[in-house]
């Protein structure tokens, strides 16, 4: 990933807990990691949830939040967390 091209990550999230009441079915934390393989520089951005579209929503410029510029590949991940979880919820999305 180069971070001065195209530096806007836009990112839509559905999640929740099944058989559980709408009001009680959103997880506590939605978020993502870009993680570089060599040197394991993270970083991090929670989603918002978007009452409306009932999504959870992750947005940046990484050219505010890498200010480092540091190009390579990085792998992303996907992270949903709840106390009331058996397991965190980790998925890796792919590398650019």
Do not use: C, W
């Not at 559980?20 to 520089?41: G, H, N």
């Not at 009932?54 to 190009?71: A, C, G, P, T």
């Amino acid at each position: 990933m180069n971070t001065n091209d195209n530096p806007y990550l836009h990112m839509e999230v559905t999640a929740g807990f099944a058989k559980v009441d709408e009001s009680k079915a959103r997880p506590a934390s939605v978020y993502i990691t870009l993680l570089r393989d060599e040197d394991m520089i993270a970083y991090t951005r929670h989603a918002r949830y978007n009452s409306t579209t009932k999504k959870y929503i992750v947005q940046s410029d990484l050219r505010m939040q890498m200010k480092e510029q540091i190009n390579g590949d990085y792998n992303l991940l996907l992270h949903i967390d709840d106390p009331r979880a058996m397991n965190a919820v980790v998925k890796n999305l792919g590398s650019f």
